[in-house]
């Protein structure tokens, strides 16, 4: 049983601060109203935050975030704390296993990591690295298996927690993403660089043996399903994404375009390009636009101070759809320096496979969403400021954009809404996770974090029925 901490409780029982406010959503003159993608939203209070360091537990159930060297676990749904936990130094990453038993705490700057029990709150686990150091930590997907990365990526160690036992696994690539799992747990795809070439590593879980290695797409039993190139003599890809049926792969490139492959044949169904115009009357682009606050009668309106560099000063915002062609913000990318910012940065599928939403980082400021059944661009959101995370409801097709100002933006079939976090001072939106459910939402700003909940409406499923009346 878990053990509640009696001095840290939260200042009211569930939501302890409401929130009131009007939705500013995108729409045709003329045309039927959707129900707005949130129609009525409560926030929480505002909590400390480090590193951005905010995770909801696979279940649900917890949620657990870092105020330096302390890690917080805490009710998903009441906020209450469950269990306080005090590190050796301050946290850099933590990480739930799949059955939301542990949690385990990395502390790079020291080669170490604690492990934490939810249901044995006295036990622990400290791994030490000692030398070799440390610069990444994960679990295996039985959650028993702790997968460590030596600096300099010298090799992977593998800690057990039930037998103690350790395993070595050698020449891991310095690269992000190089190391995967399937998604039953029996197999480690690694990344790795051998004899100045780059390979594909199988390994099989039960024992880390090795398996067979074969490069680009492959089989588990070692065939060579397909080999796929976009282009050659220059930068190649950037990022991929699989859909959620596994059914279409899509592969963005440092030439502004995605490439969707099909499962059966791994030939290219489309290929979507990011122009910095969008001239397609089909498409509806929605652009935001500062909300100008009204004038008493008999002032005069003067402009606004201009405003700093960066993130953008705690101004309502509001959707207003734009005339096609429309012409998008473009970033030209530095051409004599490492990692020119270009190309697909982001992508991701909804969780109905019907929707691909994708950002190009010469256009930092647009977030484009494809329909995958038509393989056609849908819908374009055009923000104010470059956007930093955009994740999917892991339950409907509805997005959640930030883009470091103190806005969150909803968008769905039904239309899309700018929402001002309330509370004290300015809260810049960093990064944002969904529950699982996809009930709340966390918002994480540098040093603090808060809860939005948003309440389902029973128009929620027939959304994808309207999304027609865009076309």
């Not at 306080?84 to 939301?100: G, K, N, P, V």
């Not at 995605?258 to 969008?278: C, F, I, Q, S």
């Not at 490492?338 to 929707?355: E, V």
């Not at 994480?444 to 909940?453: G, Y």
Request: charged share 20%; aromatic share 10%.
């Amino acid at each position: 049983m878990l053990r509640v901490i009696p001095d840290f409780r939260l200042a009211a029982v569930r939501f302890p601060l409401f929130h009131h406010f009007r939705s500013r959503r995108g729409g045709c003159g003329g045309a039927p109203r959707a129900r707005d993608p949130a129609a009525a939203m409560n926030f929480s209070e505002v909590f400390k935050l480090s590193n951005l360091l905010c995770k909801f537990s696979p279940d649900g159930k917890y949620l657990a975030s870092c105020v330096q060297y302390r890690l917080v676990v805490r009710d998903a749904s009441t906020l209450q704390i469950l269990q306080l936990y005090t590190c050796l130094d301050q946290i850099q990453h933590i990480e739930w296993s799949a059955d939301s038993l542990f949690i385990l705490c990395a502390l790079y700057r020291r080669g170490l990591v604690q492990v934490w029990s939810l249901e044995q709150p006295d036990w622990h686990c400290k791994i030490d690295e000692g030398s070799a150091g440390l610069v990444a930590s994960c679990w295996s997907p039985d959650g028993r298996h702790i997968l460590n990365t030596t600096e300099f990526h010298l090799r992977i160690t593998v800690w057990s927690l039930c037998t103690k036992s350790v395993s070595y696994i050698k020449y891991p690539k310095a690269c992000q993403q190089g190391i995967t799992f399937t998604r039953d747990g029996r197999y480690l795809a690694l990344a790795e660089r051998r004899d100045c070439r780059d390979h594909v590593s199988i390994f099989v879980c039960s024992d880390w043996q090795l398996l067979r290695y074969k490069i680009l797409l492959y089989s588990l039993d070692g065939r060579l399903l397909s080999t796929y190139c976009a282009y050659e003599w220059s930068l190649g890809i950037k990022s991929v994404a699989w859909s959620p049926s596994s059914q279409f792969l899509a592969v963005g490139s440092y030439d502004g375009k995605v490439r969707v492959l099909n499962h059966v044949t791994w030939k290219l169904l489309a290929e979507l390009g990011h122009p910095a115009a969008v001239s397609s009357p089909s498409t509806v682009v929605y652009r935001e636009a500062e909300k100008s606050p009204p004038l008493a009668l008999g002032r005069l309106a003067f402009p606004p101070p201009r405003a700093p560099a960066g993130p953008r000063a705690t101004t309502e915002s509001k959707y207003e759809i734009a005339t096609v062609p429309a012409s998008l913000r473009t970033l030209k990318p530095t051409a004599d320096r490492a990692n020119p910012r270009m190309g697909i940065g982001a992508l991701a599928f909804s969780p109905d496979n019907y929707f691909l939403a994708t950002r190009s980082d010469s256009i930092p400021s647009a977030v484009w969403i494809w329909d995958v059944r038509k393989l056609r661009l849908f819908v374009v959101l055009e923000q104010l400021s470059a956007v930093r995370s955009f994740r999917w409801d892991p339950r409907q097709p509805r997005l959640a954009i930030c883009t470091g100002g103190s806005q969150v933006y909803l968008w769905s079939p039904a239309g899309c809404v700018s929402v001002q976090v309330p509370g004290e001072g300015d809260f810049q939106v960093l990064s944002l996770c969904w529950h699982p459910s996809g009930d709340s939402l966390a918002l994480l700003s540098k040093d603090h974090f808060c809860l939005c909940f948003l309440e389902a409406e029973e128009g929620v499923g027939t959304a994808l029925g309207q999304q027609d009346d865009h076309t």
